[in-house]
C-alpha cells in the first residue's frame, strides 16, 4: 500500500534550465543594457561638453541686474525724487502666436485691459508684431495689476523688474526737480541737469531659466551693478512749501496768467526756494503739458519795470555825482519827442524819495547825469544780460543789449525798467548782490557746505545806502507798505510794467516785488513776479509785496533770524535821548 501511494506521487513542476527560449530573452536584455550603459558613457564622456553647451544655449541667459537713480533731497534730508521698484509686461510675440494664434481666451481679453487696448485692437496689435521676441505690452504697473498678470501666467507674457520714480512733494518742487521718462531718464529740471549724476549703471548676470523662464539658477555676477549718486539740493522744503502756497493764492486771487517767485541766501547764493505757476503733478503723465513744466522762473523774462530803479540810483552813486540827500528836480522832462511823467507831480524829491516815490523822472535825470559806461556799470555788475549760471536747463540771459547810438528818450525809459529783459532769478540775484553788500556768489541749486568767497561788484557803502533807501518804500507812504513783516525791517522795491505788443505797451501788466530781510543783518533776497493780474488790484505793492510779507515772515522764523525792529526803535530812541542808553 504505501509503495503504491508513493509510485502515485507526483514529480513537482520545474522550469527547465536549459530551455532556448530564455537564453535568448536574457541574452537580449544584456545587450540592452549594455548598449544603453554604452550610450550613457558615451554621452557622460564623449558628448558631455557638447551637450552641455546645447543645455546652457537653450537655459542660459544673461540677465541685467537692474538698479536705480540716486534720491534727491533738500537741504535738510527731506526727500523729493525717489525710485520705487514696479513691475512691468513684455510678450515674446513668436511664442504668443505660436501658444495662442486665436488670441480669443478670457484671459487675454484681460491681458488687452491692462495694455489699454479693446481686445480687437490688442490681437491686431500683436500679430502686427510678428515674428519679435521682445515688446512691451504695459510699463510700470501698480501691485496689483502685476498680480493679475502673474495670475493669467499666460504663454509668452513675462513680467520684469524695473523702477519708477516717485515724488514725494508732488507739484510743489516740480518746477525744480523736473521728471523722468518711462525709460528712467532724466526729461525736465534737475532730473535732466544732473541725469548723469542720478543714473546708475545697470549690471549683468549669468542665469538658467526654466521653460517658463523664470530664474532657478543663478550663476555668476559678469558686471556690477552701480547705484545712481544721490543729490542735496540747495532749497528747504518747508519754505517750498509755504512759498508754494502763498504764490498760488495770489494768481488765483488776481486771476493771473502766471507767476514765480525766487529766494535765495545772500551769504552764499542757495536757492532756498524757487516757485512757477501753474504747476503740474510730476507723478502723473497726463498733466506733464508743455504749457504747465516750463519753469518760468529761469525761461520766462520780462521788462524789470521799478524793480529796476535801485540799480540806476546805484550807479549814481557808485559814479559819485548824487548821495541819498541830493535834490532832484521830479517834473516832467521831454526827450526825443517824448514825455517822461509821474502818476504825481512831486516838484523835487532827494534820491531817497525818487525811490521811495518810484520817480520816473527822478531816475531818468539821474542817467542822464552820467556817462552811458557809468550808467550801466551796476546793471552789467549785478549780473543782467547774463544768465546765472545755476546750470538749469534752457536757462535765459533776458535781453540787455544796447546800440552804440542810443537815443535820449530810450535811456531815460531803461533808467525806469523799460527796453530790456531779466529773468525772476536774474532779479533775485541781483537784489541778493545788494544784501551781501556788494559782493555777487554764484547762484546754486545745490546745498553748500562751505560759503563762496564771491566778487565785490558794488561798494559796500553803496550797497547799505541802496537798502537804507529801500527801506523807505515799505516804510509809511511808500509803495511796498504791504510788504511789512512784523518784528522786521524790510527794503524792497515794487514794478508795475505794461506789457509790450506790437506797435507799443498793451493794457496788460506784469508786476514785481523784490525784497531783502531782515535790513540790519540781510538773509534773504526774494523775487515775486505775477503775470496779467485780472482783478481790480493790479499793481506790484497790491499783488507781488502781500506775498513777500506771508512768506519772508514765516522763512526768517524757520530759519532762526533774529528779530530787528524793536531793536531799531530802541536805538533810535536812545539817540534821540528819549530814553536812557
Known amino acids: 500500500m504505501t509503495s503504491s501511494k508513493k509510485r502515485q506521487a507526483r514529480k513537482p513542476n520545474t522550469v527547465p534550465v536549459g530551455?532556448?527560449?530564455?537564453?535568448?530573452?536574457m541574452a537580449v536584455l544584456s545587450c540592452a543594457f549594455i548598449a544603453l550603459f554604452a550610450r550613457a558613457a558615451y554621452l557622460?564622456?564623449?558628448?558631455?561638453?557638447?551637450?552641455?553647451?546645447?543645455?546652457?544655449?537653450?537655459?542660459?541667459?544673461?540677465?541685467?541686474?537692474?538698479?536705480?537713480?540716486?534720491?534727491?533731497?533738500?537741504?535738510?534730508g527731506v526727500e523729493l525724487a525717489v525710485s520705487v521698484p514696479v513691475k512691468s509686461v513684455w510678450m515674446d510675440v513668436t511664442k504668443v502666436m505660436e501658444s495662442s494664434p486665436t488670441l480669443a481666451e478670457n484671459d487675454w481679453k484681460k491681458l488687452a485691459i491692462i495694455a489699454k487696448k479693446t481686445p480687437q485692437k490688442f490681437k491686431q496689435w500683436i500679430v502686427k508684431r510678428?515674428?519679435?521676441?521682445?515688446?512691451?505690452?504695459?510699463?510700470?504697473?501698480?501691485?496689483?495689476?502685476?498680480?493679475?498678470?502673474?495670475?493669467?501666467?499666460?504663454?509668452?507674457?513675462?513680467?520684469?523688474?524695473?523702477?519708477?520714480?516717485?515724488?514725494?512733494?508732488?507739484e510743489i518742487a516740480a518746477h525744480l526737480v523736473g521728471f523722468t521718462d518711462v525709460d528712467d531718464k532724466g526729461r525736465e529740471g534737475l532730473e535732466r541737469a544732473f541725469d548723469a549724476h542720478l543714473s546708475g549703471k545697470h549690471g549683468k548676470e549669468k542665469v538658467r531659466l526654466d521653460l517658463k523662464r523664470r530664474v532657478i539658477e543663478q550663476k555668476e555676477v559678469i558686471e556690477e551693478a552701480q547705484k545712481g549718486q544721490d543729490l542735496y539740493l540747495s532749497i528747504d522744503s518747508r519754505i517750498q512749501a509755504l512759498a508754494y502756497k502763498a504764490l498760488k493764492t495770489a494768481v488765483l486771487k488776481h486771476r493771473a496768467k502766471s507767476g514765480s517767485l525766487v529766494m535765495l541766501d545772500v551769504n552764499t547764493g542757495e536757492v532756498l526756494?524757487?516757485?512757477?505757476?501753474?504747476?503740474?503733478?510730476?507723478?502723473?503723465?497726463?498733466?506733464?503739458?508743455?504749457?504747465?513744466?516750463?519753469?518760468?522762473?529761469f525761461v520766462d523774462s520780462f521788462e524789470p519795470g521799478s524793480t529796476a530803479k535801485?540799480?540806476?540810483?546805484?550807479?549814481?552813486?557808485?559814479?559819485?555825482?548824487?548821495?541819498?540827500?541830493?535834490?532832484?528836480?521830479?517834473?516832467?522832462?521831454?526827450?526825443?519827442?517824448?514825455?517822461?511823467?509821474?502818476?504825481?507831480?512831486?516838484?523835487?524829491?532827494?534820491?531817497?524819495?525818487?525811490?521811495?516815490?518810484s520817480s520816473n523822472v527822478g531816475v531818468s535825470k539821474l542817467a542822464h547825469m552820467m556817462s552811458d559806461e557809468d550808467f550801466l556799470y551796476t546793471f552789467y555788475q549785478v549780473g543782467f544780460g547774463v544768465d546765472t549760471a545755476s546750470g538749469f536747463p534752457g536757462e535765459?540771459?533776458?535781453?540787455?543789449?544796447?546800440?552804440?547810438?542810443?537815443?535820449?528818450?530810450?535811456?531815460?525809459?531803461?533808467?525806469?525798467?523799460?527796453?530790456?529783459?531779466?529773468?525772476?532769478?536774474?532779479?533775485?540775484?541781483?537784489?541778493?548782490?545788494?544784501?551781501s553788500q556788494g559782493i555777487k556768489r554764484p547762484m546754486t541749486l545745490l546745498k553748500q557746505e562751505d560759503t563762496p568767497i564771491g566778487e565785490q561788484v558794488l561798494s559796500k557803502n553803496v550797497s547799505r545806502q541802496v537798502i537804507s533807501m529801500m527801506e523807505t518804500v515799505v516804510g509809511e507812504g511808500g509803495s511796498g507798505q504791504k510788504a511789512k513783516v512784523d518784528g522786521y525791517r524790510?527794503?524792497?522795491?515794487?514794478?508795475?510794467?505794461?506789457?509790450?505788443?506790437?506797435?507799443?505797451?498793451?493794457?496788460?501788466?506784469?508786476?514785481?516785488?523784490?525784497?531783502?530781510?531782515?535790513?540790519?543783518?540781510?538773509?534773504?533776497?526774494?523775487?515775486?513776479?505775477?503775470?496779467?493780474?485780472?482783478?481790480?488790484?493790479?499793481?506790484?505793492?497790491q499783488v507781488a509785496a502781500p506775498v513777500f510779507a506771508r512768506v519772508a515772515a514765516e522763512s526768517l522764523r524757520l530759519l532762526n533770524v533774529k528779530p530787528d525792529q524793536e531793536e531799531a526803535i530802541a536805538k533810535s530812541l536812545i539817540a534821540k535821548g528819549d530814553i536812557n542808553g
Do not use: C
Not at 530551455?19 to 530573452?25: A, C, D, E, K
Open 19 to 25: 530551455n532556448g527560449r530564455f537564453y535568448v530573452l
Open 44 to 76: 557622460q564622456v564623449d558628448e558631455a561638453e557638447r551637450l552641455i553647451g546645447r543645455a546652457d544655449s537653450v537655459s542660459i541667459r544673461d540677465k541685467a541686474i537692474v538698479t536705480h537713480r540716486g534720491v534727491i533731497f533738500d537741504r535738510n
Open 130 to 170: 510678428k515674428g519679435r521676441q521682445f515688446v512691451w505690452v504695459a510699463r510700470h504697473l501698480d501691485p496689483s495689476t502685476a498680480t493679475v498678470v502673474k495670475t493669467l501666467d499666460l504663454p509668452g507674457v513675462y513680467l520684469r523688474d524695473e523702477f519708477r520714480r516717485y515724488y514725494p512733494s508732488a
Open 273 to 297: 526756494a524757487l516757485i512757477s505757476q501753474p504747476s503740474y503733478n510730476p507723478n502723473r503723465f497726463d498733466s506733464r503739458k508743455p504749457e504747465y513744466t516750463r519753469n518760468a522762473a
Open 310 to 357: 535801485p540799480f540806476t540810483v546805484a550807479s549814481a552813486l557808485e559814479a559819485g555825482i548824487v548821495n541819498p540827500n541830493t535834490k532832484i528836480d521830479t517834473r516832467r522832462i521831454k526827450y526825443n519827442g517824448h514825455w517822461v511823467k509821474d502818476i504825481t507831480n512831486y516838484d523835487s524829491l532827494d534820491v531817497t524819495g525818487v525811490l521811495k516815490k
Open 396 to 435: 535765459s540771459a533776458g535781453r540787455f543789449v544796447i546800440r552804440n547810438n542810443w537815443s535820449d528818450i530810450e535811456k531815460a525809459t531803461l533808467a525806469y525798467g523799460y527796453g530790456f529783459r531779466v529773468t525772476p532769478a536774474q532779479l533775485a540775484q541781483a537784489y541778493s548782490v545788494l544784501g
Open 490 to 541: 524790510i527794503a524792497g522795491k515794487t514794478g508795475t510794467a505794461r506789457k509790450a505788443v506790437k506797435g507799443g505797451y498793451g493794457d496788460q501788466y506784469t508786476v514785481f516785488f523784490a525784497g531783502i530781510a531782515p535790513v540790519s543783518d540781510p538773509k534773504i533776497a526774494m523775487a515775486i513776479f505775477v503775470d496779467e493780474p485780472q482783478s481790480e488790484d493790479y499793481y506790484g505793492g
